[in-house]
């Protein structure tokens, strides 16, 4: 018996389809990954300077307090709850949907407090949405 001996052929390595894996496994990894924030950081807002506080007509003051108590137009809210808020600035906005809110919160307020007062606006029909803030010269004081 007289076996062949031919000419091996040398295994290949189709590196194409490794290729094409890891490139999904990559877009997976970027797309999952959540990026922490720095909640240690110590924050200091800054304070606008306004040549003039415009005065709107149709104008809408909601007021936050630091401890989260709400008042619309001077008028305190018996709750903190979004369907009261919504219920004083509806009934506050005499001038039909084009009226202004100006939201006053305090600088020690909650961001929900203020998240509040802006859902409370949107079920009341109100878009125009608008935050008061204070001078340097009076943030000095």
Do not use: C, W
Request: no cysteine; charged share 20%.
């Amino acid at each position: 018996m007289h076996f062949r001996h031919g000419a091996r052929d040398e295994p290949e390595i189709n590196l194409i389809p490794f290729i094409d894996v890891l490139l999904v496994v990559l877009i997976f990894l970027m797309l999952s990954t959540t990026y922490s924030k720095f909640t240690e950081m110590q924050l200091r807002l800054p304070v606008a300077d306004a040549d003039a506080q415009r005065d709107y007509p149709k104008e809408i003051i909601a007021a936050v307090s630091a401890d989260g108590r709400y008042s619309i137009n001077k008028t305190v809210l018996p709750d903190r709850s979004v369907e009261t808020v919504a219920a004083a600035l509806s009934s506050a906005s005499r001038g039909g949907k084009d009226s202004v809110v100006v939201i006053s919160a305090d600088a020690n307020s909650s961001h929900q407090s203020v998240i509040t007062v802006m859902e409370g606006a949107r079920r009341a029909g109100l878009m125009q949405i608008t935050f008061a803030t204070q001078s340097a010269a009076q943030a000095g004081r």
